[in-house]
C-alpha cells in the first residue's frame, strides 16, 4: 500500500497561467475527492468521483475549475486563468466505499503570484 | 459549507495532561470521523463513530457521540508532545458524497 500520492508537491505560478495536478489514488479505491484548504481552515470540499464518474461538484468548484478521472485511476485537477485567491493547498483523498474514512495525500500547495 | 464546528479553536497544554475537543454538527448522520493534521501535511483518519454508538475508544483516544444534541468529543489522554497538530471532526452529506470539515481545534502540547 503506497498510499495517495499527490504530485507536485509545490506550484508557484504567475497569474493567468494555467495549473494541473495530479492524484494517484490507492489502486483498490473506487471513490476519489478532491479539496481545497487555506490557512488555518478545515479542507473545503471541491469534487468526488465514483470509478470514472463526477457525481458531485461543488459550487467552490467555478468554471475555472476542472477536474477528470479518466478509466477510473488517476486524477487531475486544473485551474485555468490562476488568481491569487487561488493559492491554497489542494488536497486528494481516497476511499473503499460509501461511509468510509477517507485516505489523504500530503496536497499540492500551489502559490499564485 | 462547513458542517461541522470545532470547539476550541486553539488549546495549549502541558505533556501528560488530557485534551478534550469539541465537534457540533448540523445535520442527522451515519457516522462521524475525526482525523488528525500535522502541518503542511495530509489529514490522517483516527476514529469513526457509528450514529448508533455513544463512545468507542482507539488507544489513547476517546470519542463520544450524542446525536440527540448532535455533538461528539475527542479526548486525547496523557498527551504528548508529538499530539500537536490540528484535528478536525467530519460528517458525509446526505448523499454520501461529499466528508464535510469543520474549521478544527489546533492543539498545542509543550514538554
Known amino acids: 500500500d503506497t498510499g495517495v500520492s499527490q504530485d507536485p508537491r509545490h506550484k508557484i505560478t504567475k497569474r493567468g497561467q494555467n495549473v494541473t495536478f495530479r492524484c494517484d489514488p490507492i489502486?483498490?479505491?473506487?471513490?476519489l475527492y478532491w479539496y481545497r484548504q487555506t490557512l488555518g481552515q478545515g479542507p473545503e470540499f471541491l469534487t468526488y468521483f465514483q470509478n470514472e464518474a463526477q457525481l458531485e461538484k461543488s459550487r467552490l468548484l467555478s468554471d475555472r475549475f476542472s477536474a477528470e478521472r479518466p478509466k477510473g485511476s488517476f486524477s487531475t485537477l486544473e485551474i485555468q486563468r490562476t488568481e491569487q485567491g487561488d493559492s491554497a493547498m489542494y488536497l486528494c483523498?481516497?476511499?473503499?466505499?460509501?461511509?468510509?474514512?477517507?485516505?489523504f495525500g500530503n496536497g499540492t500547495r500551489l502559490t499564485v503570484t | 459549507s462547513q458542517q461541522g464546528e470545532e470547539d476550541p479553536q486553539a488549546l495549549s497544554i502541558q505533556e501528560g495532561e488530557n485534551a478534550t475537543m469539541n465537534c457540533s454538527y448540523k445535520t442527522s448522520i451515519n457516522n462521524l470521523q475525526w482525523y488528525r493534521q500535522n502541518s503542511g501535511r495530509g489529514l490522517v483518519h483516527l476514529i469513526l463513530?457509528?450514529?448508533?454508538?455513544r463512545e468507542k475508544h482507539s488507544g489513547r483516544l476517546r470519542v463520544t457521540l450524542d446525536t440527540s444534541k448532535k455533538s461528539s468529543s475527542l479526548l486525547i489522554t496523557a498527551s504528548r508532545a508529538a499530539d500537536t497538530a490540528s484535528y478536525f471532526c467530519?460528517?458525509?452529506?446526505?448523499?454520501?458524497?461529499?466528508?464535510?470539515f469543520g474549521k478544527g481545534t489546533t492543539l498545542s502540547v509543550s514538554s
Open positions: 463513530i457509528r450514529s448508533n454508538e
Open positions: 483523498a481516497s476511499s473503499s466505499g460509501r461511509g468510509s474514512p477517507l485516505h
Open positions: 489502486s483498490e479505491h473506487n471513490r
Open positions: 467530519a460528517t458525509f452529506n446526505q448523499a454520501g458524497t461529499a466528508l464535510i
